[in-house]
């Protein structure tokens, strides 16, 4: 399969960092599927390991709001940033983070739902994108909700706007058997060091088994031409892929505040400073237009021009 297209080449470049002419023949070596052709240039060592989402530029905003036992995550996008700093986008994205509240859980019943007395927020959504000249999607929405009395929410926002709205957003929530004043603050800060440090799970649990599965998989491969004997190499992979679930699962994350503590470490040492049992129970965070693809002119003409002059 030699016919491959610009796009794919631009999707799987930027997915991987690898060079153009590498994305193509892992493309053609994988019959122009692009999730093999990562797994092809990782065994070949040319991909970097674990590079979930591509090189966005996706602009919008993200929101959070929180009432009651209820916490609402929402992303918004256009096409612009320019539209994310309009007041009527603004206003539109509070709106609806105020409309989810009414614990709506899917974009579907969301869109249907009654923005204003006269208006359905599809309705409003079309008015909007015709006001604002620009496409604009409702991306997706999520929750957290508490439990009981003993828990609390952490809200971190990156590169605010407005009070509720920004680029990254990210809601923490923690139990504990006695309430303390700084519950609040080692929530926020454990919301900070998520928006920073980006992990796939809380731990090890939580991770899907197949994606260690074949993690291992491409490590065995990167060595198989080694030498080394089969029992050396285990535990050469072994130690790769507790390397790669601290990497990816929060509580075993380096401390973004203090690199010679894990994140476990640092609420271990809160609770005994505070006596409260606190325990981080579950995170939500989006990060503006992760995993969104635009097209771009330049790289289309520079990959054709790359595969005019190798052809």
Request: hydrophobic share 40%; proline share 1%.
């Amino acid at each position: 399969m030699s016919n491959i297209s610009a796009d794919k080449i631009k999707s799987l470049r930027d997915k991987t960092g690898a060079g153009i002419m590498d994305c193509k023949n892992a493309l053609v070596e994988n019959n122009g599927d692009v999730e093999s052709a990562i797994d092809w240039l990782r065994k070949k060592g040319i991909a970097k390991a674990n590079k979930k989402s591509s090189r966005v530029a996706a602009e919008g905003l993200v929101g959070i709001v929180s009432k009651g036992t209820l916490a609402c995550i929402l992303e918004v996008n256009s096409e612009t940033d320019f539209v994310s700093k309009n007041e009527d986008f603004q206003n539109f994205v509070e709106s609806l983070l105020q409309i989810a509240l009414n614990k709506i859980y899917s974009l579907d019943e969301l869109l249907s739902s009654e923005f204003n007395k006269e208006t359905k927020v599809s309705e409003a959504l079309q008015n909007l994108i015709s006001k604002i000249g620009e496409n604009i999607v409702i991306r997706r929405l999520n929750y957290l909700e508490l439990k009981s009395e003993n828990s609390e929410f952490g809200i971190y926002i990156h590169n605010k706007v407005s009070e509720n709205l920004g680029k990254i957003g990210c809601i923490t929530m923690g139990s504990f058997d006695n309430n303390n004043e700084n519950i609040s603050d080692i929530l926020k800060k454990i919301a900070m060091h998520i928006s920073a440090s980006k992990p796939l799970a809380l731990d090890e649990s939580q991770l899907d088994k197949q994606l260690l599965i074949k993690e291992r998989e491409i490590f065995l491969e990167q060595l198989a031409n080694s030498g080394k004997p089969k029992e050396i190499l285990d535990k050469i992979v072994d130690g790769k892929i507790k390397k790669f679930i601290s990497e990816i699962t929060l509580l075993n994350q380096n401390w973004i505040l203090d690199s010679n503590k894990i994140v476990s470490e640092v609420i271990k040492d809160f609770n005994e400073e505070s006596n409260c049992n606190f325990a981080l129970v579950d995170y939500r965070l989006f990060v503006l237009g992760d995993g969104v693809e635009t097209n771009t002119k330049d790289f289309k003409e520079e990959v054709a021009s790359q595969l005019t002059q190798n052809s």
